[in-house]
Structure formats: structure tokens, C-alpha cells
């Protein structure tokens, strides 16, 4: 089956940092999107990416789909305190299906 | 404009139990999808449901795991005999129509504990 490898596991950075995570998939992904996941409760979503190349930013966030359509990154540029938390990618295999694969998650903490 | 509430947020089990985890779906969201997070993992697609149809239970359990969506009421995901490996936090997430990728809100989810 489709896997997403999401990496680093974790991350320890300062406050001001820039933030940079990526996932690989062993398959193409027609869509990507990554979320954020504060603790105790559900993911949020952060940016979708619907086409391979495509750059999009949010704020501080910027996410970009990769040319191979099998990866994509998130950078938080000047990190916050309330950046914490658990940053997943999820990928849509199949164009037209509602099921998500997510990936493992990246846990960020911000050292103030 | 309430979002997808879940409840409850915690439940604990003893083995061999049942569990019963609630979802209301967003106003105006007729689809509902159930999540499992286990522990330092993603979550994992179980089942998409419409109201009185269940579309795709693909990621269910073949035995133990049920879910309905009545036409009134909350959707229900149902464990029976509950064991150990079933402790992990549920999500629920309600769209507008179907096959709406980024139209899929989660609620903050339900933690299941099996002692």
C-alpha cells in the first residue's frame, strides 16, 4: 500500500528560527495537504496543494508540491511559541477519492 | 456556526466492553468520515458514511467495529468486546459533499483508553 515518510520525527528549535519538514511517498499523490495537530485535539488544515510544482503560502507557512509528485514541503519561517505542535502531510492517491494517507508526523517544540 | 463536536472526548473501557463514540457533523454536512490515531502515528481512514449509507468501510476491522449515520442523530461509531490494541483517539470529520478534499473538518475527537 501507499506509505508517506514524513521527516524529521521531531524537532527542538528557537524561537525565530525558520522551520523546514518534508514527505516522500513511495507512489504519486494527485493532492497533497498538511495540517497542524495541537494537543488533545483534531488536525487543522494548513495548506492544500492540488498540482505538482505548485507553491503556496499561508501567512508564515509555505508548502510547495513536489515535480515528481512524490513529496512535498512545509516551511514555518520565524517560529513562534504557538507554532508547537504536530505538523502531518497527508496525500489523496487517487484522483476523485475522499481517502487520505497520512504520515507519521512531525512534532516541532519552540524554545522561547 | 458550531463545528464538529464529538463526545465523549474521553472514555475509558474495561476489556470485553462496548464502546460508543458520538460525531455531529458540521450544519449542512450530510458526510461523515471516522479516523483511528494510535499513539505517535497518523491518523488512518475507517469508514465514510452518508445519512443511512455507509459508502466505504474499507478501513474497518472486519469484526467488533460498526458504524451508522441515522437520518436524525449524531453518527455512531460502535466497538464491541473492546481489547487492549483498540486504545487510540478517534476523529470524525463531516464535508459538504463528497470527495471534498480540503472541505473535510475534524472534530477534536474522542480518546479511548482500554484497561
Known amino acids: 500500500g501507499q506509505q508517506l515518510n514524513q521527516s524529521p520525527q521531531s524537532m527542538f528549535i528557537q524561537e525565530g528560527e525558520d522551520v523546514s519538514m518534508n514527505c516522500t511517498s513511495s507512489?504519486?499523490?494527485?493532492?497533497w495537504l498538511w495540517y497542524k495537530q495541537d494537543p488533545g485535539e483534531g488536525p487543522v488544515l494548513l495548506i492544500a496543494?492540488?498540482?505538482?510544482?505548485e507553491l503556496t503560502s499561508n501567512g508564515r507557512l509555505t508548502a510547495q508540491f513536489g515535480i515528481t509528485r512524490k513529496d512535498s514541503f512545509l516551511n514555518i519561517s520565524a517560529s513562534i511559541p504557538s507554532d508547537v505542535g504536530i505538523y502531518f502531510c497527508?496525500?489523496?492517491?487517487?484522483?476523485?477519492?475522499?481517502?487520505?494517507?497520512f504520515g507519521t508526523g512531525t512534532r516541532l517544540k519552540v524554545l522561547a | 456556526n458550531a463545528g464538529v463536536m464529538q463526545n465523549p472526548r474521553h472514555l475509558v473501557r474495561r476489556r470485553g466492553q462496548e464502546a460508543r463514540l458520538r460525531c455531529s457533523p458540521m450544519?449542512?454536512?450530510?458526510?461523515v468520515y471516522w479516523y483511528r490515531q494510535l499513539p505517535e502515528e497518523g491518523l488512518k481512514f475507517m469508514v465514510y458514511?452518508?445519512?443511512?449509507?455507509?459508502?466505504?468501510e474499507s478501513g474497518m476491522p472486519k469484526e467488533r467495529f460498526s458504524a451508522e449515520f441515522p437520518k436524525e442523530g449524531p453518527s455512531i461509531l460502535r466497538i464491541q468486546q473492546v481489547v487492549r490494541g483498540d486504545s487510540a483517539a478517534y476523529f470524525c470529520?463531516?464535508?459538504?459533499?463528497?470527495?471534498?478534499?480540503?472541505?473535510?473538518?475534524f472534530g477534536p475527537g474522542t480518546r479511548l483508553t482500554v484497561l
Open positions: 450544519k449542512g454536512h450530510s458526510h
Open positions: 470529520a463531516s464535508s459538504p459533499t463528497s470527495g471534498s478534499i480540503d472541505e473535510q473538518f
Open positions: 497527508a496525500g489523496q492517491g487517487t484522483s476523485g477519492t475522499y481517502k487520505y494517507i
Open positions: 458514511l452518508q445519512k443511512e449509507n455507509i459508502i466505504d
Open positions: 496543494l492540488y498540482k505538482a510544482g
Open positions: 507512489s504519486i499523490f494527485n493532492t
